[in-house]
Structures are given as C-alpha cells and as structure tokens.
Nanobody
C-alpha cells in the first residue's frame, strides 16, 4: 500500500503562486511515475503534470510554462509549483502514484483562484 498526503492548497488571487506538496509513505519502493491531477466542479479529473523517478516530465498544454513539477526521491515528496494562476485553475488537486500497474491517490487539496 502507498499513502499519499497533499498540502499547500488554498485561496489565491489571479496571477499569484502556490506550491503543492505530496508526501508518499508505505510501500514506496518501485513507484515509477507520480503525478498531479485536478478536478473542477462538473468536470472530469485531468492530468496536470507527471514525473518519472528519473525526472522526465510531462505537462498538460494548459499549464505549460506556468507550472513546474519536481520530485525529491530522498524525501519521498513531489511538488507542483504553480505560477501565474488563473481562475480556470480552480480545482481540487490530487496526487497520484503508479506502482505495479496500480494507481494510488491522495485525498486532494483545494486550489481556488479568484479574479
């Protein structure tokens, strides 16, 4: 089992910044890909960004150039630096870990961007 705990969400004004953190615990060996997803009200959950153990990254087009995903394997922690936030970034952000073809999810953290 893998446990994921997110933190760092909250209210922010348009153009502002937030940094989300996700700490992994439990059976964390061989977690390859970790990622951030988000779900806005009435919409499906979507990939924001993901990162492999070796540091290869992938971003949704809507956040390229504004968000940066990173991972500290020694601390079992993943981060999402979000800059130039827009109201359309408002959503619950979820941490995800893929291990042995099984997806693990955190409880989510709310990000609310006001105009």
């Amino acid at each position: 089992q893998v446990q994921l705990v997110e933190s760092g969400g909250g209210p922010v004004q348009s153009g502002g910044s937030l940094r989300l953190s996700c700490v992994a615990s439990g059976s964390i060996c061989n977690i390859n890909v970790m990622g951030w997803y988000r779900q806005a009200p009435g919409k499906q959950r979507e990939l924001v960004a993901d990162i492999t153990r070796s540091g290869l990254t992938n971003y949704a087009d809507s956040v390229k150039g504004r968000f940066t995903i990173s991972r500290d394997n020694a601390k079992n922690t993943m981060y999402l630096q979000m800059n130039s936030l827009k109201p359309e970034d408002t959503a619950v952000y979820y941490c995800n870990a893929l291990k042995s073809l099984r997806n693990y999810w955190g409880q989510g953290t709310q990000v609310t961007v006001s105009s």
